[in-house]
T-cell receptor, first 119, second 112 residues
Framework: GAVVSQHPSWVICKSGTSVKIECRSL??????MFWYRQFPKQSLMLMAT?????????EQGVEKDKFLINHASLTLSTLTVTSAHPEDSSFYIC???????????????FGPGTRLLVL | KQEVTQIPAALSVPEGENLVLNCSFT??????LQWFRQDPGKGLTSLLL?????REQTSGRLNASLDKSSGRSTLYIAASQPGDSATYLC???????????FGEGTQLTVNP
């Protein structure tokens, strides 16, 4: 089945630093990837939709200058949390949709998540 | 705005029991609905996807039903096992290729 990986799985950083999280589709090409964040005991909240070769579409209330998304290839999207602060500490999860014969499939495959702790 | 609600928020059952998890959504104009499983500190695993034209989907001990007109879906787990302990999330998709809207999840504990 389709596999999505994320790296790193854990990151601890000091306040004010930037952190980059990678999301890769390992055995399929993904023109569209999604970035979510999840706080403890809460559900997933969509942050942005990442489109290969174009700018990401951000959800209302998500600062695009703080959460930089780059989708430079069909298998890789990156999320950079710039000037991270303790309130950015969360679980970040990406997902991707497979394509079959040029048609985007409906099932979303999720990465294992990246836990970010900002001190 | 589509809102998804899951009841109950938490459920604890003895091993072997059959159980039902509920999901409701406010806008019945959905394209499909998915059920996911999330283990603590992990990503999501897709369990079942039901298209809007379908009434149910089955996979092993899992059966998901969809009543689009009433805005409801249920996930039925037969003969529950301790390994089924996880958080179960439902999510709706309003159009092909669009975003998913998630419910808050039901945290299930199956006791040996």
């Amino acid at each position: 089945g389709a596999v999505v990986s994320q790296h790193p799985s854990w990151v601890i950083c000091k306040s004010g630093t930037s952190v980059k999280i990678e999301c890769r589709s390992l055995d399929f090409q993904a023109t569209t990837m999604f970035w979510y964040r999840q706080f403890p005991k809460q559900s997933l909240m969509l942050m942005a939709t990442s489109n290969e070769g174009s700018k990401a579409t951000y959800e209302q209330g998500v600062e695009k200058d703080k959460f930089l998304i780059n989708h430079a290839s069909l298998t890789l999207s990156t999320l950079t949390v710039t000037s991270a602060h303790p309130e950015d500490s969360s679980f970040y999860i990406c997902s991707a949709r497979d394509m079959l014969a040029g048609v985007i499939q409906e099932t979303q495959y999720f990465g294992p998540g990246t836990r970010l702790l900002v001190l | 705005k589509q809102e998804v609600t899951q009841i109950p928020a938490a459920l604890s059952v003895p091993e072997g029991e059959n159980l039902v998890l509920n999901c409701s959504f406010t806008d019945s104009a959905i394209y499909n609905l998915q059920w996911f499983r999330q283990d603590p500190g992990k990503g999501l695993t897709s369990l079942l996807l039901i298209q809007s034209s379908q009434r149910e989907q089955t996979s092993g001990r899992l059966n998901a039903s969809l009543d689009k007109s009433s805005g409801r879906s249920t996930l039925y787990i037969a003969a529950s096992q301790p390994g089924d302990s996880a958080t179960y999330l439902c999510a709706v998709n309003i159009a092909s290729g669009s975003r998913l809207t998630f419910g808050e999840g039901t945290q299930l504990t199956v006791n040996p």
